[in-house]
Each structure stands twice: as structure tokens, then as C-alpha cells.
């Protein structure tokens, strides 16, 4: 059982930065593809990135390439998000989420971080 926890939202003005993390207990970190996903009030869930298990591949959403980039520490057993260039209708609650190695849907979930992002 793979436990995740996001942390690091906020309110930040257009044109700000916010970094999220995402802390992995209870698996092998370093079997698991690790994504970002977000929702915002009204809409669907929306994928924004993925990091694969090995960190060497990662694949972003149209919506944020160029701004918004992941990252994974081994030792820490943690994912990351930095979100630059930030837009109003980045505003979301950002989930953190978990597929195993060989599988191909996320297993795990995280409890979301808020994003709020003001114009």
C-alpha cells in the first residue's frame, strides 16, 4: 500500500511560481511512474505530467509545457512540481498519484493541495 501526501499549495499572484511536492511512503519509490494531475471546480480531472520510474521520461500536458516541469529525488522518495509562469486558470486542487511498473492506470492517490492562482 503506497501512500501519498502533496503539499506546497497556496494563493499566488499570475505570473508567480509554486512548487509542489509529493511524499511516498509504504512502496518501492522506484517502481512507480509517478504523475500530477489537477481538477479544477466544474471540471474534470485534467492530467499535467508524468515522470516515469526510471525519472529518464517525462510527458506533460499541453496545457502547462514550457512552464511547469517534475522531478523525482530517490533518496527522498519524493516527486515534484515547479509551476512557473502561473495563470489563472491554473487554479485547481493538484493531486499527486502512483502507477506501478508494468500497469497502465494509477493505483494510488494523494489527498490534493489547493492551487489558487489571482489575477
Known amino acids: 500500500q503506497v501512500q501519498l501526501v502533496e503539499s506546497g499549495g497556496g494563493l499566488v499572484q499570475a505570473g508567480g511560481s509554486l512548487r509542489l511536492s509529493c511524499a511516498a511512503s509504504g512502496g518501492t519509490f522506484s517502481s512507480y511512474a509517478m504523475g500530477w494531475f489537477r481538477q479544477a471546480p466544474g471540471k474534470e480531472r485534467e492530467f499535467v505530467v508524468a515522470i516515469s520510474w526510471s525519472g529518464g521520461r517525462a510527458s506533460y500536458g499541453d496545457s502547462v509545457k514550457g512552464r511547469f516541469t517534475i522531478s523525482r529525488d530517490y533518496n527522498k522518495n519524493a516527486v515534484y512540481l515547479q509551476m512557473n509562469s502561473l495563470k489563472p486558470e491554473d487554479t485547481a486542487v493538484y493531486y499527486c498519484?502512483?502507477?506501478?511498473?508494468?500497469?497502465?492506470?494509477?493505483?494510488?492517490w494523494g489527498q490534493g493541495t489547493q492551487v489558487t492562482v489571482s489575477s
Open positions: 498519484a502512483a502507477m506501478k511498473y508494468g500497469l497502465d492506470e494509477y493505483e494510488y
